[in-house]
């Protein structure tokens, strides 16, 4: 009896499955490995102290863009909802970018 298409397919799911518990296993050695030199050395510890004050600095500065980018969302809607209730007091929608009638409605 031959080897159908579904032999196949099931052989190959098996690889990718391999593959996966593969990559898994390294990179969960690799990050125990790492979080165990950096909380069970004393030059990990040390190494913590002088990366503190940077991932602060880091995630102040996660922060900081969030709010800039809620600030930049805000301000589109707002522009949307002024563009809507000029074009929409006149009962039509506004027109579409690039045309003749956006170009003068935007000048």
């Known amino acids: 009896m031959g080897v159908g298409p579904h032999d196949k397919l099931r052989k ?8 996966r518990v593969l990559v898994a296993t390294l990179v969960g050695t ?12 004393e030059h990990g510890r040390r ?3 002088q ?3 940077w991932l602060d ?5 996660l922060q900081r863009m969030r709010g800039t980018v809620d600030k ?14 000029v074009f929409g007091s006149s ?6 970018a690039g045309s003749s009638e956006y170009r003068t409605a935007s000048s």
Request: no cysteine.
């Open 91 to 96: 009962g039509s929608a506004a027109p579409p």
């Open 12 to 19: 190959e799911d098996n690889v990718d499955d391999r593959s």
């Open 57 to 61: 600095d880091v995630l102040d500065e």
């Open 30 to 41: 690799a990050a125990g490995g790492l979080l165990g030199y950096l909380y069970l050395t």
């Open 72 to 85: 930049a969302r805000e301000a589109a809607a707002e522009g949307r909802r002024s563009l809507a209730e």
């Open 51 to 53: 990366i503190d004050p």
């Open 47 to 49: 190494l913590r102290a």
